[in-house]
């Protein structure tokens, strides 16, 4: 029997509501498939900087390193360490020092979810951001602090490797699904960094002869996930410009209570995180007002990624079985909390 | 009585369609105001670079400083000229070249038309945007150009005065409306400039008590443009926060048909620029099927800019009295060519 051995990372906020709420109900998939998942809670958090003065340890990477995949609630709590040092030491610093290249977020309406458009066209995109560099490098400054003449500079830096590897994951992805991939650049402005992007894409594209590319700005694409989303479909960004459209894409497939992320490395060696796009909500925490779907979700492409597809199907299945009602959280209209959504999921799995 | 010298800058694609239809109607609202408008075509567009090597004069930004307003269609052919020449030649050098540091885009549904959203809440979104620096600054370069090796950066760069002098515009139009104002970051990512343009927020907001202040992160006001438009007034962003935010208004107001966009330097002393934000749409150039709504409504901005905002008015609401009817472009879900349209409210004005 298989097992997996799982780094629990609730964070912050609503993170711990629906990493409570989901990791049961993986539990009971898990059982019906004849593999265990062994979780080990870790409590790095904004408590745990205020604590010890940093967001995790300082061999924190390498202890993720022992597990087999991460799952992860949310992270950051403004009121109590700027945004800019918890994202940075914990999220991002997993992202990048596990060199999960890719994050993966799929984007379409779960059965029954209304979704924000009024057209009903069917859509099913899958957004493919970069992980680790570009516009998120860290690489910048600032001059004359506070003064006058101050300027601050934001460098993005964009190499070869890391704008191949997320393009061939894309076009591969690309080759699976419906043969259409998008690439997505603004090179009418930025004329080094995401010239160079578009150049890539030629090159790797002449790789996949049998994958239509096409080219957008993510301004024209980011207004086409609104007025005509069932024309995408693979959609390839930077760190930025997938932060942006993923957000989208979570808006028009109902909200950011569904969008589930998974940062991958897809050479494979390290553990892969999966986390709800959400973030922390300080302003519901507590409440159980949270929709743990977008978790649940990214729970189901964690056990995609560690090859239990069975499972994964099963989950969806049992999650759109509950959302085809109409029940689920008030962010969905329903009256349900965090943890009897979760709880009629699990209900289905456990039948 | 009033005379404006106006430079007409068709350019490139349906730019010179949609200026041409726009430009007999301010004729005609210019008339019944009793000011008058003298024209003047300038022919810088990609066509213009394959007879003279670039986009437009060596003088050109001098040229037009005699101009008491520019008004563009739209710029870029990319199988001609590559856009990062061709934009950043014409377009982005007349923004920068005249300082005009501010970019105000107006986002609301016109009377009739239905809008991509299922919600029928009302929304007006006033999108102010730096014009001049940040992620468009241009500033970076390659290395190892074509080799393995190869790393591309493109450098964001923010001025003190550059981020001031468009949150003060901000906080002035907020006033002016709901005394709302949200300040766009991604500061929880980009801890150089974005960090320095929250701070910037916080001290120009102290000028302005009476304002109300919101910070989203880009990504999340993406979003609640689309989930929630009508919790948001006056939205204050960098140029490239602000450029992609402006086609997702562009989207939520029903297609890059309607939106106008307003370049101006508030501190006076040349012309401003105004256009569609549509650019040149190559696959539709030449047949009568663009909209000449944004154009339309570029103007209006343009004459109330130029104080005759009693002609501002009556331009906007002959435009309305067409749209409640249905009548529109293609895009409208109409049959009216870009001419006939424009012509419909030429005659509603000449009543
Ligand atoms: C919290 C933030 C740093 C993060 C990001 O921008 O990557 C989040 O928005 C996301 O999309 O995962
Ligand atoms: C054409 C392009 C350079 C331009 C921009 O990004 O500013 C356009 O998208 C706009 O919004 O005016």
Redesign the interface.
Do not use: C
């Given at each position: 029997m298989n097992n997996y051995r799982i780094a629990l990372l609730p964070g912050d906020g609503i993170g711990t509501e629906v990493l409570e709420a989901a990791w049961p109900v993986l539990q009971t998939v898990a059982r019906q498939h004849d593999f265990t998942l062994e979780g080990t809670w870790l409590p790095w958090s904004c408590d745990y900087y205020h604590s010890h003065g940093k967001m995790m340890p300082a061999d924190g990477v390498e202890q993720l390193k022992g597990f087999d995949a991460i799952y992860l609630g949310a992270v950051?709590l403004p009121d109590r360490v700027?945004?800019?040092i918890?994202?940075?030491e914990l999220l991002?610093a997993i992202r990048q020092g596990l060199d999960l290249s890719v994050n993966a977020r799929p984007h379409r309406l779960l059965a029954g979810v209304?979704?924000?458009?009024?057209?009903s066209a069917p859509f099913d995109i899958l957004c493919i951001r970069e992980n680790t560099e570009g516009?998120?490098s860290?690489?910048?400054?600032?001059v004359?602090r506070g003064?006058?003449?101050?300027?601050?500079?934001?460098?993005?830096?964009?190499?070869?490797?890391g704008v191949e590897r997320v393009l061939r994951y894309g076009f591969e992805q690309a080759r699976q699904r419906s043969g259409r991939l998008a690439s997505v650049t603004?090179?009418?402005?930025?004329?080094?960094?995401?010239?160079?992007?578009d150049e890539m894409t030629d090159r790797v594209a002449a790789d996949y002869p049998d994958v239509d590319v096409t080219r957008y700005h993510?301004?024209?694409i980011?207004?086409?996930m609104?007025?005509a989303p069932e024309t995408l479909d693979v959609v390839v960004a930077s760190?930025?410009f997938g932060?942006?459209l993923?957000?989208?894409g979570?808006?028009?497939q109902g909200?950011?209570g569904f969008a589930a992320s998974a940062n991958i490395n897809p050479t494979g060696g390290v553990p892969g995180m999966f986390e709800p796009v959400h973030g922390s909500a300080p302003d519901i925490m507590g409440k159980g007002l949270a929709n743990p779907l977008a978790t649940l979700w990214a729970g189901a492409l964690m056990l995609e990624h560690l090859g239990e597809s069975a499972a994964a199907a099963d989950l969806m299945d049992a999650i759109e079985e509950v959302t085809v009602t109409g029940a689920g959280t008030p962010d969905m209209g329903g009256t349900l909390s965090t943890g009897e959504l979760a709880r009629q999921i699990q209900a289905i799995l456990g039948r």
């Open positions: 950051g700027p945004d800019h918890s994202l940075r991002l209304p979704g924000p458009l009024r057209s516009e998120y860290g690489a910048g400054g600032r004359h003064g006058d003449l101050e300027v601050a500079v934001e460098t993005a830096i964009f190499t070869r490797a603004k090179s009418n402005a930025q004329r080094h960094s995401m010239v160079f992007w993510v301004d024209a980011a207004a086409r609104i007025t760190n930025l932060d942006i993923t957000d989208i979570a808006a028009i909200g950011l």
